[in-house]
């Protein structure tokens, strides 16, 4: 699916372009796309110079608009686990699907009042395009980091036995406690090694107790067994234990830090859940504040660049333009081309289809742009529809 917009000058009335156009492009014989024509308020124009200045501004503008656009939308996709179809019924501006408001744009006189210059317009939708895009960069980092705390605390409760916590594996009555000589170890011994850990762990070191050795929890690579021993050889047997890929864990039973970690794992969580729950909430209505943005911006470039390409007093109609399925937007492209062609320069030169052409051919090739348009021409990128 493509769009765009694009505005045409009356000839001579402006109900009669889009006939004109409909014919070409919307009709049994062509039919390339859907022409959804829309009216704009009288602006305050302004001098000739600032519209010059002013066309560049919009530009510059619109690209910036639509990376934060489009960022948004990003990051509400990433939150609803890139769930495609969730995502795209999300995607909504006024309570209304990106395409219907595209195909029924109202200007919103009361929001961007049309007794403000076009310069002003502009300022006031960059102002609120900016202080959106610095919410949300804020409430993203927040969450960001956050939810990479919640996913390191989580790391931590999965892998195996030889790198998981074993805080829920583990009780108190599998431990020699307050002893001022004696430690119980635990250690991840390979399932493959587990007669050879019978066989080999009274003999790794002097001073480990006899058949102290239970096993208390398994997975499908490593068995978790006790080990009691004294303290003073601790290093030893670990040191010991690792050449024979027994792996001894840093681990000491104390219910305090087990209590702490439990909760922070908890609280983490519950913070993780409330900040998804309001980003996901802003990114639905910012993303819906912003889009209308960028779509005014885009439709005051339209104006501006319609004003420069048309010349004064403002005569023209704009237009939303929707490819249809299955159509090619490079055929359209020829067609408005062609249909358009005497306002590329031809209009005072010899009449007749191939002499447009022709010289429009030529404005193109020195312009060295495949998407020149000799109307207005701007393209809305369709970032949310499926490829």
């Avoid at 602006?43 to 510059?60: Q, R």
């Avoid at 999300?90 to 310069?119: C, G, H, P």
């Avoid at 009780?171 to 001022?180: N, Q, R």
Wanted: aromatic share 10%; net charge neutral.
């Amino acid at each position: 699916m493509s769009l765009f917009l694009l505005s045409a000058p009356a000839e001579p009335t402006r109900t009669e372009t889009v006939a004109k156009l409909r014919e070409k492009i919307s009709s049994k014989a062509s039919d390339l796309a859907d022409v959804f024509p829309f009216n704009l308020p009288d602006f305050k124009v302004g001098t000739l110079d600032t519209l010059v200045v002013l066309s560049d501004d919009l530009a510059k503008s619109d690209a910036a608009f639509e990376a934060i656009t489009v960022k948004i939308g990003e990051n509400l996709r990433g939150l609803l686990s890139n769930d495609l179809d969730q995502w795209r019924n999300n995607l909504t501006v006024n309570e209304k699907s990106i395409d219907q408001y595209i195909k029924t744009f109202q200007w919103n006189a009361m929001k961007y009042r049309t007794d403000k210059s076009l310069r002003e317009l502009t300022d006031t939708i960059t102002q609120e395009v900016n202080s959106i895009d610095s919410l949300m960069k804020t409430k993203m980092q927040t969450y960001t980091t956050v939810k990479s705390q919640l996913t390191g605390m989580q790391r931590k409760q999965t892998g195996n036995l030889a790198v998981r916590s074993v805080y829920d594996v583990v009780k108190k009555e599998y431990f020699v406690l307050d002893s001022e000589y004696l430690i119980t170890a635990l250690v991840a011994v390979p399932r493959s090694s587990e007669k050879e850990w019978y066989a080999a762990y009274e003999t790794l070191t002097q001073m480990v107790v006899p058949r102290s050795s239970q096993p208390i929890a398994e997975d499908d690579e490593y068995i978790l067994f006790t080990v009691t021993l004294f303290q003073r050889v601790l290093e030893d047997f670990t040191h010991k234990a690792r050449e024979k890929k027994f792996i001894v864990r840093d681990f000491r039973w104390n219910e305090e830090q087990m209590a702490q970690e439990k909760k922070a794992l908890a609280d983490a969580g519950a913070k993780e859940k409330e900040l998804w729950s309001t980003l996901l909430r802003l990114c639905k209505t910012n993303f819906g504040e912003i889009f209308a943005c960028w779509v005014h911006a885009k439709v005051l470039r339209l104006y501006v660049e319609s004003i420069l390409r048309y010349g004064l007093p403002p005569d023209f109609q704009p237009m939303v333009l929707k490819v249809k399925p299955r159509q090619s937007e490079r055929k359209l492209r020829d067609v408005l081309n062609s249909h358009f062609a005497k306002l590329g320069g031809a209009a005072n030169g010899p009449k007749g289809g191939a002499a447009d052409e022709g010289l429009e051919e030529n404005i193109q090739n020195l312009l060295g742009d495949k998407d020149y348009c000799p109307a207005v021409l701007f393209s809305i990128p369709v970032f949310w529809a499926p490829q």
